[in-house]
């Protein structure tokens, strides 16, 4: 069945109609929320108005006159449920917002320099930016932020998704901004009809729920082996969050227990926030397990792709850590980088 051309911001995966789905499992597709901007008026709150560039620039914020400060600009995000074409209905208003571009069916008139700009992200992988926002060390609600700078607000969220967004081009026929990795797959999925069986390494990956993962806990630990005195060869020294992942090469001999309460601790991977703490020490009750080497494991980001064989998961939870590392790598102006090239 042919699908709508609308894609989500942050994860690359399709925007639904309610009852588009042909399965359950896909039915966390159609729950949207519109991001946008505004700011505190005398009136109450005011969208902000975006105003086009000259080709290769993002669209601009038209401070206006009498601008805003930055405190008093907010980013809103407004339950949505897709209506057609781009345009998506705000549930509490009932008003009807086409996403993806400057003005045009507005809940408020547009003010003559430019127009509001709203863009479509899942309700799931919102929830997701803002538990990878605030498992940051530090957190600054600001708009404010260098083409270095990781995310670490909402605001921040904004900036880097709006960046992306075509200054002078309209998205006419598929409605989904670029990003430097191709979303981590799914690019032969995002025609401009949607079919998962286009791209069949990753077409059913994207469509599962990154949220509600059933046994979660109990699958990644059908991976856990019994402790060996013999280290892999084949895992990196260190890992991005800097863990050494061999004794031999760190020259650091720690415990199981050590590698253990690593693994409780969930700090490798903040993405495992619902862990089963219980189920995990009845595990480290039962036996001798090699808890360093699933750590080491599970911090590779490449245990997002379908096709990796370090460990056996569920595509919810790859579709989880893919959706993360998006957000690990998201940067200010990325897309306008030649620096970066876009993932097999």
């Known amino acids: ?82 209506y057609e074409h781009n345009r998506f209905k705000i549930l509490e208003s009932g008003d009807v917002v086409s996403a993806f571009t400057v003005g045009g069916d507005l809940p408020t008139p547009a003010v003559t320099s430019g127009g509001s700009l709203s863009l479509a992200v899942h309700r799931l992988c919102n929830q997701l930016a803002e538990r990878f926002i605030n498992s940051r060390a530090k957190s600054h609600d600001t708009f404010q932020m260098t083409s270095q700078d990781e995310i670490s607000s909402v605001k921040q969220l904004w900036e880097v998704l709006c960046h992306r967004m075509p200054g002078t081009t309209p998205l006419t026929s598929q409605y989904i901004l670029p990003e430097p990795h191709d979303y981590y797959g799914g690019r032969y999925c995002r025609n401009v009809e949607w079919e998962p069986e286009d791209d069949p390494g990753y077409g059913e990956l994207l469509e599962e729920n ?4 059933p046994n979660l806990t109990e699958s990644i630990l059908q991976n856990l082996q019994p402790e060996s005195s013999e280290k892999p060869t084949n895992i990196l020294a260190e890992n991005e969050n800097g863990l050494q992942n061999s004794d031999r090469i ?33 595990k480290h009750e039962s036996g001798s397990w090699d808890w360093e080497l699933i750590v080491c494991q599970l911090s590779q980001v490449v245990i997002h792709d379908p096709s990796d064989k370090t460990l056996s998961l569920p595509l919810g939870l790859r579709n989880r850590r893919r959706i993360w590392r998006l957000l690990e790598d998201a940067r200010l102006d990325d897309v306008a980088s030649d620096a970066v090239a876009p993932a097999p």
């Open 250 to 282: 760190s020259g650091v001999i720690q415990s199981q227990d050590c590698w253990y309460d690593t693994f409780v601790s969930k700090k490798p991977f903040p993405w495992l926030w619902d862990l089963d703490t219980k189920a995990i020490q009845k």
């Open 1 to 82: 069945m042919g699908r709508n051309q609308i894609y989500c911001c942050i994860c690359g995966a399709p925007i639904l109609e309610a009852g588009q789905s042909d399965n359950e499992r896909g039915e966390w597709l159609a729950d949207a929320v519109l991001l946008t901007t505004a700011h505190e008026t005398e009136n109450g709150v005011g969208l902000d108005a975006y105003w086009p560039q000259p080709p290769g620039q993002a669209y601009a914020l038209d401070l206006g006159p009498d601008p805003a400060v930055e405190s008093q600009r907010h980013v809103l995000q407004l339950d949505a449920q897709y």
């Open 210 to 213: 990154p949220s509600e993962i």
